[in-house]
């Protein structure tokens, strides 16, 4: 049986969306290297996760919406996520469709570039080709080899040397209809001692058997900071897989802050190479389980130069018959003198038949290092309660608000106040259920 059928998509389906967008003959190759690769390649080994009866490939990828001229066309699902008064830098797209765009004059004034992947493809085809899939390579398993085919729409964002970027900037990525697929591919690079926030929502709107694959390449410069917040609310009907890896230069700074707040089952797998000397990577994560959803989610860090320091930061909250695997793995290799790598996992438990498993690893070739874990896994605190309702606070609501307060430390880190806000309803929305 040939790949073409056993993936249900063709060479000339991705052949005629790649020139479709103008895309240059390199990421063409890319693609289609891409697909035969991904018959003979193994889906990744999860702990304590079989996802080989999940929807990883049954879809239509390339779906397209049309283009609108206002906030005001967009999908509620959208606008929901969106601030109009300070929407100034924002992209959106759907399925395989960039839909939106707004990009303020003063933000290319500085030399910035945010666009559109497919834009970027054909107007800084050589910056792009610099980087892109430098970090995350099509060979590692089937889902990276899917992605790298069916790359379907994703966002460039160039940040030159020296540039600070003050305000927030804004991607959402919406997957809508039958069978449909959103695989957007993020890449960022922060030129020496820059500064960028970038912020991203992924949502669902109607339809059945929809998948998200995506994935994020961050490249941090020397000196320079980097804050990437996701949120994603995605519907019990899509199979999310989120793939992210940042490469971080001398005395740079990368920031993650997470909500994987979906319905649907998930893979997350966020790793952090501090490759400079005095580098940093901060890791902050949260999820809340329902039904019977399943989530397998990393957070990983890799030391390689000296000096360098990460801190890993995740929560869940499990009811119902939900099961979470949170794993943390902090590397340091041999010659990364200095390092100092510290990490959390921390769990509550709000069902008997909810299950959560925080696992912890520290893989340490070096010596001279610092290095510690923390990891728990336990039930809404009775003292807490009792004195919450000692003060007249019913027991559900003093349970939520023990709840949003063990969360609070990662959503109140979200840069985009809009977005910060759809998070704690999606929270609550979750927690009532």
Same mark, same amino acid.
């Given at each position: 049986?040939?790949?073409?059928?056993?993936?249900?998509?063709?060479?000339?389906?991705?052949?005629?969306?790649?020139?479709?967008?103008?895309?240059?003959?390199?990421?063409?190759?890319?693609?289609?290297?891409?697909?035969?690769?991904?018959?003979?390649?193994?889906?990744?080994?999860?702990?304590?996760?079989?996802?080989?009866?999940?929807?990883?490939?049954?879809?239509?990828?390339?779906?397209?919406?049309?283009?609108?001229?206002?906030?005001?066309?967009?999908?509620?699902?959208?606008?929901?996520? $969106?601030?109009?008064? @300070?929407?100034?830098?924002?992209?959106?797209?759907?399925?395989?469709?960039?839909?939106?765009?707004? $990009?303020?004059?003063?933000?290319?004034?500085?030399?910035?570039?945010?666009?559109?992947?497919?834009?970027?493809?054909?107007?800084?085809?050589?910056?792009?080709?610099?980087?892109?899939?430098?970090?995350?390579?099509?060979?590692?398993?089937? #889902?990276?080899?899917?992605?790298?085919?069916?790359?379907?729409?994703?966002?460039?964002?160039?940040?030159?040397?020296?540039?600070?970027?003050?305000?927030?900037?804004?991607?959402?990525?919406?997957?809508?209809?039958?069978?449909?697929?959103?695989?957007?591919?993020?890449?960022?690079?922060?030129?020496?001692?820059?500064?960028?926030?970038?912020?991203?929502?992924?949502?669902?709107?109607?339809?059945?058997?929809? $998948?998200?694959?995506?994935?994020?390449?961050?490249?941090?410069?020397?000196?320079?900071?980097?804050?990437?917040?996701?949120?994603?609310?995605?519907?019990?009907?899509?199979?999310?897989?989120?793939?992210?890896?940042?490469?971080?230069?001398?005395?740079?700074?990368?920031?993650?802050?997470?909500?994987?707040?979906?319905?649907? @089952?998930?893979?997350? @797998?966020?790793?952090?190479?501090?490759?400079?000397? %005095?580098?940093?990577?901060?890791?902050?994560?949260?999820?809340?389980?329902?039904?019977?959803?399943?989530? @397998?989610?990393?957070?990983?860090?890799?030391?390689?130069?000296?000096?360098?320091?990460?801190?890993? #930061?995740?929560?869940?909250?499990?009811?119902?018959?939900?099961?979470?695997?949170?794993? %943390?793995?902090?590397?340091?290799?041999?010659?990364?003198?200095?390092?100092?790598?510290?990490?959390?996992?921390?769990?509550?438990?709000?069902?008997?038949?909810?299950?959560?498993?925080?696992?912890?690893?520290?893989?340490?070739?070096?010596?001279?290092?610092?290095?510690?874990?923390?990891?728990?896994?336990?039930?809404?605190?009775?003292?807490?309660?009792?004195?919450?309702?000692?003060?007249?606070?019913?027991?559900?609501?003093?349970?939520?608000?023990?709840?949003?307060?063990?969360?609070?430390?990662?959503?109140?880190?979200?840069?985009?106040?809009?977005?910060?806000?759809?998070?704690?309803?999606?929270?609550?929305?979750?927690?009532?259920?």
């Amino acid at each position: 049986m040939g790949v073409d059928t056993q993936l249900r998509f063709s060479r000339e389906a991705i052949t005629d969306f790649s020139k479709a967008n103008q895309e240059p003959d390199w990421f063409l190759e890319k693609r289609l290297s891409a697909l035969n690769a991904a018959e003979g390649l193994a889906l990744p080994a999860l702990e304590k996760t079989k996802i080989d009866k999940w929807n990883y490939d049954q879809y239509v990828p390339f779906q397209t919406a049309g283009r609108v001229q206002s906030l005001a066309e967009l999908d509620e699902a959208v606008k929901e996520q $969106v601030d109009e008064a @300070n929407a100034k830098n924002l992209l959106v797209q759907k399925n395989a469709s960039s839909v939106y765009a707004a $990009v303020s004059p003063e933000l290319k004034a500085q030399g910035v570039i945010f666009t559109d992947l497919a834009t970027a493809l054909r107007e800084h085809g050589e910056l792009v080709q610099k980087h892109l899939f430098q970090a995350i390579s099509a060979d590692e398993h089937k #889902l990276a080899a899917l992605h790298t085919a069916l790359v379907n729409g994703g966002v460039f964002l160039y940040v030159p040397k020296n540039v600070e970027v003050t305000e927030p900037l804004q991607a959402v990525f919406e997957v809508a209809g039958e069978g449909a697929l959103i695989a957007p591919h993020v890449l960022i690079v922060a030129e020496d001692n820059s500064r960028v926030a970038y912020v991203d929502t992924f949502v669902s709107s109607t339809g059945k058997g929809m $998948v998200a694959n995506s994935a994020v390449e961050v490249y941090v410069g020397a000196g320079a900071h980097v804050q990437v917040a996701s949120v994603r609310t995605l519907s019990e009907e899509v199979h999310d897989y989120a793939f992210r890896r940042a490469v971080v230069d001398r005395d740079g700074k990368m920031e993650w802050i997470l909500g994987e707040m979906n319905d649907g @089952n998930t893979v997350a @797998n966020n790793t952090t190479i501090l490759k400079g000397k %005095g580098s940093v990577g901060d890791t902050k994560s949260i999820t809340v389980g329902t039904g019977q959803q399943r989530q @397998n989610l990393t957070s990983q860090v890799q030391h390689i130069g000296t000096y360098s320091e990460s801190m890993m #930061l995740s929560k869940a909250v499990m009811t119902d018959e939900a099961v979470a695997i949170l794993n %943390g793995i902090t590397k340091i290799e041999h010659g990364a003198t200095k390092a100092n790598g510290e990490q959390a996992e921390n769990i509550l438990m709000l069902s008997e038949k909810a299950r959560g498993d925080a696992n912890p690893i520290l893989l340490i070739d070096e010596d001279d290092v610092k290095a510690g874990h923390a990891a728990s896994v336990g039930r809404v605190s009775e003292e807490s309660l009792y004195y919450l309702m000692s003060r007249g606070i019913p027991r559900k609501q003093a349970e939520k608000l023990i709840i949003l307060g063990f969360l609070d430390p990662v959503v109140a880190e979200i840069p985009l106040e809009e977005v910060k806000g759809r998070l704690r309803q999606a929270l609550e929305r979750k927690l009532e259920r």
